[in-house]
């Protein structure tokens, strides 16, 4: 059972920043890459920013230049830095992470509950 736990949204202004986190846990072996999804009302989830073991990154070109990426020292843990914040940033960010994990030892993708990130116009 793996679980992974986000934290760090909330209400900001436009052009204000946000830090999320997402915290891995349960029987891991490897966690091959962790990222950031969003869904805002009416739309489909999209890939915000994703970060692989090695370090290679890519984000959707809406945050480019505005949302940084990164892995925790532990590898367990990812972090999305979002600053210049849009209203249009606003939705459902869900942590995604690609896991190896007893008893299954092969890549499952996994997904947080979800964390709140409201921007005022």
């Known amino acids: 059972q793996v679980q992974l736990v986000e934290s760090g949204g909330g209400l900001v202004q436009a052009g204000g920043s946000l830090r999320l986190s997402c915290s891995a846990s349960?029987?891991?072996?490897?966690?091959?890459?962790m990222g950031w999804y969003r869904q805002a009302p009416g739309r489909q989830r999209e890939l915000v920013a994703r970060?692989?073991?090695?370090?290679?990154?890519n984000y959707a070109d809406f945050v480019k230049g505005r949302f940084t990426i990164s892995r925790g020292g532990a590898k367990n843990t990812v972090y999305l830095q979002m600053n210049s914040l849009k209203p249009e940033d606003a939705g459902i960010y869900y942590c995604?992470?690609?896991?190896?994990?007893?008893?299954?030892?092969?890549?499952?993708?996994?997904w947080g509950q979800g964390i709140q990130v409201t921007v005022s116009s």
């Open positions: 970060v692989t073991n090695d370090g290679n990154t």
């Open positions: 995604n992470a690609a896991v190896v994990a007893k008893p299954v030892y092969t890549p499952i993708d996994y």
């Open positions: 349960g029987s891991i072996i490897s966690i091959n890459a």
